[in-house]
Each structure stands twice: as C-alpha cells, then as structure tokens.
C-alpha cells in the first residue's frame, strides 16, 4: 500500500528555520518530491530526492534517507511569501503519490 | 523551461453541461500527462494517467465515461468532464512528465477551477 506522512500545520517565525518531515511507506521507490502549494495555485516544484542525504538549492534543502522512509524539507531565513502548503510525493511502482501537506505559516 | 499551460483558468457552467480542460506543454515534449483533482484544503487526488496514442489508465473510483480524457499528442492533453454536476465543482490540475526527463519530475499546469451550478 500507498502511505505519506507529513505535519498538517506548522508555525514559524519569520528569518527562522523550519524542518518539515515526511514519511512513506509505498511500493517501490523511484524517488521523492517536495512541491510548494500557494492557496488556490497549483504545486510548483521543489526538489527531487532519489539518493541518501542532503540536496541543497539556495535557501531550501531536501534529506532523504531510504532505510529509514524518511525525508524532510529545511526552510532557512523564512520569508512571508514561504506561507504555502509543502507536499511530499513519492513516486514508486505506480505515479506520484501525494502526502497530504504540511501549511506552513510564516509569521512575523 | 518545463512550461505547462491549462485553459481555461476557471469555467462556470450549467448543471447537465460538458467542459472541456487543455493542456498543454509548451517548451518539451509530454509523453505522459496526469490530471488530478483537488478539493479545498485537501491534497490532489490523481485522477487519471494519459500517454499519448493511448487510452488513459483511470485511477479506482474515476468514472472515465465522464472524465474524457484525450492525448492526442507529445503536448496536449484534454480532459472533458460530461454532464457536470455541482459535485464536481473542483481544481483540476494536470501535470506532465517530459520524454527525456530521467528523474520522472512531474510539471504542473497552474489548474483549473470548475464551478457548476
């Protein structure tokens, strides 16, 4: 079976860092996405894990540890625009499967 | 690059109607596309998965006489939602996955939202 796990919300405060974990158990793993979600946009791509550890980009980074079904979305120097929802996905055996999002509000 | 367009942005129709949704992929070639359906503060929830020159594979539950689903070819897909009823009054997103992407990134269109009345 098909299962994602994240955080429904979180609070941060802005110029703060926010670690948003996910966690999976599917069929098959062929890699995992993060995805942010504005309210009433569709998902814009984050990161693309397929290997253990750590993929830095600018002021997001993505971790990914296989054994484990574990992987997680680092945030630093918040910003406001950084409210949004933030969905893991996981593509195995069968295409993306989405957790259900983690709305992260950035407060000043 | 990896542009995905959908039109219309947002439709409003009659009960009983049919809508028809694009998709496109402007700067690479599609070989599949996917279309999702997402009600508020809910995830998407894939719908179908399309690969050009054939039938789509409709997810369990998807009615696929009613959510007509075309890919006719390397950049358009279409979705066609017959005889609307106000329960599926939704945001319609299509992604597509390009033919020389090795990492399976999937590429949003910026959605489509239905009303029926």
């Known amino acids: 079976g098909q299962n994602i796990d994240q955080p429904t919300e979180m609070t941060a405060t802005e110029g703060a860092i926010v670690q948003i974990n996910c966690t999976y158990q599917t069929s098959g793993f062929n890699g995992l996405f993060w995805y942010q979600q504005h309210a009433g946009e569709a998902p814009t791509f984050l990161s693309y894990n397929v290997l253990d550890g750590l993929e830095e980009k600018g002021r997001f980074s993505s971790f990914l540890s296989r054994s484990k079904g574990y992987s997680y979305l680092l945030l630093k120097e918040l910003q406001m625009k950084d409210s949004a929802s933030y969905l893991c996905a996981v593509i195995g055996n069968t295409p993306l499967v989405f957790g259900k999002g983690t709305r992260l509000s950035v407060i000043a | 690059g990896a542009v995905v367009s959908q039109h219309p942005s947002w439709v409003i129709c009659k009960s009983g109607t049919s809508v028809k949704i694009e998709c496109r992929s402007l700067d690479f070639q599609a070989t599949t596309m996917f279309w999702y359906r997402q009600f508020p503060k809910q995830s998407l929830m894939l719908m179908a998965t399309s690969n050009e020159g054939s039938k789509a594979t409709y997810e369990q539950g998807v009615e696929k006489d009613k959510f007509l689903i075309n890919h006719a070819s390397l950049t358009l897909s279409t979705l066609t939602v017959t005889s609307a009823h106000p329960e599926d009054s939704s945001f319609y997103i299509c992604?597509?996955?390009?033919?020389?992407?090795?990492?399976?990134?999937?590429?949003f269109g910026p959605g489509t939202r239905l009303t029926v009345l």
């Open positions: 992604s597509a996955r390009g033919t020389s992407d090795s990492t399976d990134t999937q590429y």
